[in-house]
């Protein structure tokens, strides 16, 4: 079965900086997709970013970046210039070509200091 | 421009009792999700549905029943609620036809378990 595993629980950073969250995945399959998911105290769920696999040129959304290096199954996403509305969990996920099942990481909570 | 609706936003209930937990959505997907978030442990899959009539357990099924009453709503029932199925309950749906597709979530139910 797939995991993912999301190794720190909680990180902080400083408001403008950079910061990275890790992510890593178990798999055998070669065709799937990479997610992450911001999780605000609002408890919405909110799509911040995806890969396909067979990319190798990496994803980016304005602010957030990643690097996805299929070989080493990690999938880390960069928040560059952080703002205070950043603050959130944030959720890594995976899903597998013709799967119906999103797997979760167990989240990182990100806070930003002022 | 709905999304997927969840109620109730909140509920307690007694070791025992029954409820059902409605979801629906308006986007025309094919697949609904139950997910349960509790804290260090990420979203796990209750049961999903990939088309209307169809239904599947996830990671976590025991205790749990589903309906997926039409296209639009996929109810999740507790028959005898226990004090482990206390958590954060969401819906979510996705269009898998098409490549990609992000999950779009509820805003979540908060169950508590006496």
């Known amino acids: ?114 | 421009n709905a999304g997927v609706t969840q109620t109730p936003k909140f509920q307690v209930l007694k070791t025992g009792q029954s409820m059902t937990l409605q979801c629906a959505q308006d986007m025309n997907h094919n697949s609904m999700y139950w997910y349960r978030q509790d804290p260090g442990m990420g979203l796990r899959l209750i049961y999903y549905s990939a088309s209307e009539g169809t239904t599947d357990k996830g990671e976590v099924p025991n205790g749990y029943n589903v309906s997926r009453l039409n296209k639009r709503e996929f109810s999740l029932r507790l028959e005898s609620a226990a004090p482990s199925q206390t958590s954060v309950y969401f819906c979510a749906s996705s269009a898998l036809d098409r490549v990609l597709s992000p999950l779009h979530f509820g805003n979540g139910t908060r169950l508590t378990v006496t």
């Open chain 1, 1 to 114: 079965a797939q995991t993912v595993t999301q190794s720190q629980p909680e990180m902080s950073v400083q408001e403008a900086e950079t910061v990275t969250l890790s992510c890593t995945y178990d798999t055998s399959e070669s065709d799937y997709y990479l997610f992450w998911y911001k999780q605000p105290p609002s408890r919405q769920m909110i799509l911040v970013i995806r890969q396909e696999a067979y990319k190798q040129q990496n994803a980016t959304e304005n602010r957030f970046s990643v690097n996805f290096q299929k070989a080493a199954k990690s999938f880390s996403l960069k928040i560059s210039d952080s703002q205070l509305g950043d603050a959130a969990m944030y959720f890594c996920a995976y899903r597998h070509q013709g799967a119906q099942k999103l797997v979760f990481g167990q989240g990182t909570r990100l806070t930003i200091n002022p």
